[in-house]
T-cell receptor
Framework: KNEVEQSPQNLTAQEGEFITINCSYSVGISALHWLQQHPGGGIVSLFMLSSGKKKHGRLIATINIQEKHSSLHITASHPRDSAVYICAVLFYNNNDMRFGAGTRLTVKP | DSGVTQTPKHLITATGQRVTLRCSPRSGDLSVYWYQQSLDQGLQFLIQYYNGEERAKGNILERFSAQQFPDLHSELNLSSLELGDSALYFC??????????????FGPGTRLLVL
């Protein structure tokens, strides 16, 4: 079982829809990152969370430490949001990051 | 543009060979991270350097090695290459190398194909 599970694996939405991508992990963490990988391969860091909620434009990321779960929400989705979204965690007492398999989002006009 | 540069963009080589991938961090960033992204394994953290010293090690094979030079650029050396080493190799940088506090800025990646 992967230490970091993402769902769904693939997601297709119509422009304007509200999107939710989920990330669950197995043990305690000190930080969680959400990354966006564009179709061309480039990676951008969207958020880094250790608690609570963060918002940047149409993107919102939340984390529930007790439930070992994080969500990435996209409001008013747009075709340019089409990308792979990857969750990455840093476990306690561990210096390396572990990654989810990614969620491939396609937003249709 | 993240400000992180990687060379070369593409590399094709044969099994058993040795290659060197290069990364220049953003101006002012002291820490460099290396990641491997393959089709079957996804993204994996390989190694992190901070100001010339190794800070953290992930799933890096013994055939792979890295170093960070005094001018802060970093090189990842891959030797005795196997077909399974074919992947995208990303470098990222951050100011202090504190993974729990800092955003990492990713380079465009080097696509390695081992034939």
């Amino acid at each position: 079982k992967n230490e970091v599970e993402q769902s769904p694996q693939n997601l297709t939405a119509q422009e304007g829809e509200f999107i939710t991508i989920n990330c669950s992990y197995s043990v305690g963490i000190s930080a969680l990152h959400w990354l966006q990988q564009h179709p061309g391969g480039g990676i951008v860091s969207l958020f880094m969370l250790s608690s609570g909620k963060k918002k940047h434009g149409r993107l919102i990321a939340t984390i529930n430490i007790q439930e070992k779960h994080s969500s990435l929400h996209i409001t008013a989705s747009h075709p340019r949001d089409s990308a792979v979204y990857i969750c990455a965690v840093l476990f306690y007492n561990n210096n390396d990051m572990r990654f989810g398999a990614g969620t491939r989002l396609t937003v249709k006009p | 543009d993240s400000g992180v540069t990687q060379t070369p963009k593409h590399l094709i080589t044969a099994t058993g060979q040795r290659v060197t991938l290069r990364c220049s961090p953003r101006s002012g960033d002291l820490s460099v991270y290396w990641y491997q992204q393959s089709l079957d394994q996804g993204l994996q953290f390989l190694i992190q350097y901070y100001n010339g010293e190794e800070r953290a090690k992930g799933n890096i094979l013994e055939r792979f090695s890295a170093q960070q030079f005094p001018d802060l650029h970093s090189e990842l050396n891959l030797s005795s290459l196997e077909l399974g080493d074919s992947a995208l190799y990303f470098c990222a940088s951050s100011v202090e190398g504190l993974v729990i506090k800092e955003t990492q800025y990713f380079g465009p990646g080097t696509r390695l194909l081992v034939l």
